[in-house]
Structure formats: structure tokens, C-alpha cells
């Protein structure tokens, strides 16, 4: 099936589906056995978008300090198979320490809008950018994970006034999997996402992590919450879509102009590789090495910082929370 044929038959299934919105009521859903998604901590609203022609909703989270205001917003930008759910204890530590923070769900994931687009790099800046400047946010620490990351480097590329600091946590787009990562076509890999059950999405977000604890289930939840719904085709599209976008909008080769303050925060064991089953087994074993990627990075970029966290994959906030806040806390008072 052509890409065409295959985009113009979601699309009319999503006329068939409607025009129904994602919203917080997600964590009270459960279809076809799949858990419900965990409940957010934290209120989620919606900034409207027009994006193709399309009225479209940015789910966020906007939370105000908890202790006195220290007039700095930090800026949290989530990975592939993510939400801003994810954040919420990054929010609360934060927070207490009198830092506002925006937590948006990216056109595409969670909460907000799955629409049937061009995905880029550059688009998910502009939306953000549009959302802080509703929220009259001129200024903000910018902090990505893992597919965060590069929109967080877009966002510093194309915004350098509107970042404080850089933070990027075990981002991928360190190389260009255009290099050594096989090609897939969008219809391979819409298929594939079809194809998706709960324990395909828990088995996946296992390798995310050196040693598995049940708590990180919350996660898989609100990857996988949508799954036998009507909305799920939208979602498995968007994320073909967006797994596109990454494989063919390198950042790699700019990380020399970025300008802000940046710091790297690695786990030492992650080996991240997007379309890594597509990998042969003597590629599997080399690629996706993030503590020399970090080194190689740091030295593209000016005076940065790399803080190596032990015992840690692809998720540092979540597997050794103690390692990253101290990196973050400290990176932020310097």
C-alpha cells in the first residue's frame, strides 16, 4: 500500500472516529483488557492550535511554585513514548524550590491532539513557543528527555533569546541513524505500531531501564491507556509519524551553535537506538553508546557540562532520582 493510499484511509477513519479530543478523563479509561493510565497529579489544561487546517488542543501542565517564587519557569519536554506525566515528580521537586514549570504534552502524545500531519522538529518548537507565549513565559530553562531532547535543541537553535539554560537528559539525535539504522517506510512502521499490544509496549520500556521495579508500570500505562480504543489507529499513525521525524531531522550536526549554557545528563548504561530491532546483532552491540556519544557532544558544544549517572539507562529522572536532581539542582544554581 502506498503511503498515500495508506494516509488518505486513516484520515477517513478519523472522520469516522470524530473529532473527539484527548483529556485528563484518559486515566479513568480501560478497554480490551489494557489498565487504566495512571491519574495525573497535577491539573492538565489545553492551548488551541491550528496546525494543516486542522483545529487541534496542546495538552500542559502549568504549575506554580510551591515555595517563594524565584521568577524562573523551567521548561519540561517529554520523550517518544512519553507524556508530561512522566515529569510529575520532577514538577514537585521544582516546584517546592520556587521554579515555575511547563510540562506540555506535544501535539501527537498523551493528552493532547493526534492529528494526521507532517511531524517536525521545527513545528513542535513553534507550538511551544506559541504556549509560552500565552502563558507570558519569555525566559525558561529548557530540560528534554530523549526525544525531548532534540526538540529542545530545535527549540534553543531556533529560540536562543528564550533559553536560560539547556538541560538534555540521555537525548537521542546524539547521531544520525540515517548512517546505520536501516530504513522503514511509514507503512511499516503504522503497521507495526497496529500491531502493538500492552506487553509489547511493557517488554519495550523495560530495556529503558538497568533494574525493573513495578512503580515504572505507571509509565507503560500511559503509554499504552489508548489501546483498544477508537482513538488508538490516530495514536499508532502519530507515533509512525513521529518515529519518522526523528530518524530523518538529525540535530547532530548544529549542536556547535548552540549558546546556552547546556548540560548533559547520561546514564551510563543506555544504549538507546531508535529502529534498533532493525539492527544487525554486531551493530546492536556498538551503537547507541550514550557516554561516548555525550563526550563527543560536549565537545560540539561550548562549555558544556556532562554529569554521568551510574546505574542508570535511558531514564535517569525516574531510575536514579536522587543522581538527577542533584545534576539538575546543581546545573540550575550555578
Not at 41 to 52: H, K, M, S, V
Not at 81 to 100: C, K, P, Q, T
Not at 173 to 178: K, T
Not at 268 to 278: L, S
Request: charged residues 20%; glycine residues 8%.
Amino acid at each position: 500500500m502506498s503511503r498515500l493510499v495508506l494516509l488518505t484511509c486513516v484520515v477517513g477513519l478519523s472522520v469516522a472516529l470524530g473529532a473527539q479530543e484527548v483529556g485528563p478523563e484518559r486515566a479513568h479509561v480501560a478497554r480490551a483488557g489494557v489498565e487504566e493510565a495512571p491519574k495525573a497529579a497535577y491539573p492538565i489544561d489545553f492551548f488551541p492550535l491550528q496546525i494543516e487546517g486542522q483545529d487541534l488542543r496542546m495538552a500542559y501542565r502549568h504549575v506554580q511554585p510551591t515555595t517563594a517564587a524565584n521568577g524562573r519557569t523551567v521548561l519540561l519536554l517529554h520523550g517518544k513514548n512519553f507524556s508530561g506525566f512522566y515529569w510529575e515528580r520532577v514538577i514537585g521537586v521544582l516546584a517546592s524550590r520556587g521554579f515555575r514549570v511547563v510540562a506540555p504534552d506535544q501535539i501527537g502524545f498523551g493528552a493532547s491532539s493526534r492529528p494526521n500531519i507532517h511531524y517536525s522538529l521545527h513545528q513542535m518548537a513553534a507550538n511551544t513557543r506559541a504556549l509560552l507565549d500565552y502563558l507570558g513565559v519569555t525566559r525558561a530553562v529548557v530540560v528534554g528527555h530523549s526525544m525531548g531532547g532534540m526538540l529542545a535543541t530545535r527549540f534553543t537553535l531556533l529560540y536562543p533569546g528564550m533559553v536560560e539554560k539547556l538541560v538534555l537528559e540521555d537525548p537521542i539525535g546524539l547521531e544520525d541513524y540515517r548512517t546505520f539504522v536501516p530504513y522503514a517506510s511509514v507503512e511499516e512502521l503504522y503497521k507495526n505500531e497496529l500491531n502493538a499490544t500492552y506487553e509489547s509496549f511493557l517488554s519495550y520500556q523495560k530495556g529503558y531501564y538497568t533494574s525493573w521495579k513495578p512503580e515504572y508500570e505507571a509509565y507503560v500505562r500511559d503509554q499504552a491507556w489508548v489501546l483498544g480504543t477508537g482513538e488508538y489507529p490516530r495514536a499508532a499513525l502519530a507515533s509512525a509519524l513521529t518515529s519518522e521525524m526523528v530518524y530523518e531531522q538529525p540535530v547532530c550536526y548544529e549542536f556547535s551553535r548552540i549558546a546556552a549554557p547546556t548540560l548533559l545528563v547520561i546514564g551510563h548504561e543506555d544504549r538507546t537506538v531508535p529502529g534498533k530491532a532493525r539492527l544487525s546483532p554486531e551493530m546492536k552491540a556498538v551503537a547507541g553508546d550514550y557516554p561516548k556519544l555525550a563526550e563527543k557532544t560536549h565537545a560540539m558544544i561550548r562549555g558544556s557540562k556532562v554529569v554521568e549517572v551510574p546505574g542508570a539507562g535511558h531514564i535517569p529522572h525516574i531510575e536514579r532520582p536522587e543522581a538527577f536532581d542533584q545534576a539538575l539542582l546543581g546545573f540550575l544554581a550555578e
